[in-house]
């Protein structure tokens, strides 16, 4: 069972990225899908969560209005769309996957990270 994230660089404030996570080894087509991030000397953070119909999404304040996450079940993949990034965004972002709960703070899965880097 794995998630893979991709997608990370480093990009100018006000730049965007898109990250994708895939997974492999079983399928998560049910499953919530969620990102977090942790940035240096801080805790990780939730970003943002998917019902596993896709109909329900959950933002953190931080990103709201400017990050956009959407999943395509027949790829098994979920997507972190980031659009007017900031130098705070940067950080290392995770993706994550739970049976139930679109904002678990205690995913049943998790993937590797990214690392995104916004330059002011």
């Known amino acids: 069972v794995q998630l893979q994230a991709s997608g990370g660089g480093l990009v100018q404030a006000g730049g965007s990225l898109r990250l994708s996570c895939a997974a492999s080894?079983?399928?998560?087509?049910?499953?919530?899908r969620l990102w977090f991030r942790q940035a240096p000397g801080k805790e990780r953070e939730f970003v943002a969560g998917i019902s596993w119909r896709g109909v329900s999404t959950q933002y953190a304040d931080s990103v709201k209005g400017r990050f956009t996450i959407s999943k395509d079940n027949a790829k098994n993949t979920v997507y972190l769309q980031m659009n007017s990034l900031k130098p705070e965004d940067t950080a290392i972002y995770y993706c994550?996957?739970?049976?139930?709960?679109?904002?678990?703070?205690?995913?049943?899965?998790w993937g590797q990270g990214t690392q995104v880097t916004v330059s002011s």
């Open positions: 080894g079983r399928t998560f087509s049910r499953y919530a």
């Open positions: 994550a996957a739970d049976q139930f709960n679109l904002a678990s703070t205690s995913p049943d899965y």
